[in-house]
């Protein structure tokens, strides 16, 4: 082999990226210090972008398809080159590939609570979590922000940053839809397609766009869960009056868990004997139900009544006939 034809084997004549992988976002082309010839043929494949840079400068780009580097094809490299009638002479660029396929299943969460402004509640912590896919729109503009000198990017290298974007814009995002938490912890695709078109904002800056967004889960405050519960339950009473007498008697299973003094048995004893002697009175006045201090001297024997069931003073089936004569009363 002559020094001519070991000149010409070291040219490189055809640029191509076989993409075997799942991940991959940007591919140099592994040139080796090699020069590319004359007329060499750059296959670039569909959800593939192919950009020549000179010395760090973004030259030509390249979609799907067979092309021939030559002058006529290369008109922003012919130009920072300053090839006015064509070349003959080998050349040397870096070639990179873009995918611009669409990456699914990113995971995005809120590794702290964030505060929401909410029209219920005001302000309410909320930890959040769900998925997001996307997709490179402008290869140019991605590959100045994540390139680099990296010859390979993959999408876990950039993602840790568009995670950031979210979670930061996440709360204020929320916020701007006027999305309630009653409603949040109802409608999670939803509220994704919502949220999707504010949270593209951030992405467009990196030649992204955001194609998918998920909400999957939202963990509310306890006292917020506790609200939720509460209007269930009023839902199902049907009324008011059937729910102030459900939650009487859910006050009674938390008396226990409540510091305060208690009377004694004799104290709660006799004022349930005062309770059932006011259950004598004239039917005018039972139709009209106990009056503002009757109500509270009646709430207040229920927690005491709690109380001596958890101490042990009452056994159960005393303390649930105390408690349906007390309810009755409400």
Known sequence: MGLFDFIRNELIEIIEWVDNSTDTVIYKFPDRENNLKNGAQLVVRESQVAILMD???IADVFGPGRHVLS??????????RGWKYGFDSPFKVDVYFVSTRQFTNLKWGTPNPVILRDPEFKQVRVRAFGTFALRVTEPATFLKEFAGTNP???????EGQLRSA???????????ANVSVL???RNYSELGERLRPLLQDDFAPYGLELTRFYLENASLPPE?????DKTTQMSMAGDMGRFQQFQAGMAIEKAAEQEGGIGGAAVLLGGLGNMMGNAAAPAQQAAAGPTAPDRDQ???LLRELGQLKADGILTDAEFDAKKAELLARL
Request: glycine fraction near 2%.
């Open 152 to 158: 390979l990017v993959r999408i876990s290298d950039v």
């Open 298 to 300: 009646i709430m207040k």
């Open 71 to 80: 002058t006529a094809n290369v008109p922003v490299l012919t130009t920072l």
């Open 166 to 176: 979210i979670v930061n814009k996440f709360s204020d995002t929320l916020a701007e």
């Open 55 to 57: 010395e760090g400068r």
């Open 183 to 185: 409603d949040l912890a």
């Open 224 to 228: 917020v869960e506790a609200f939720l």
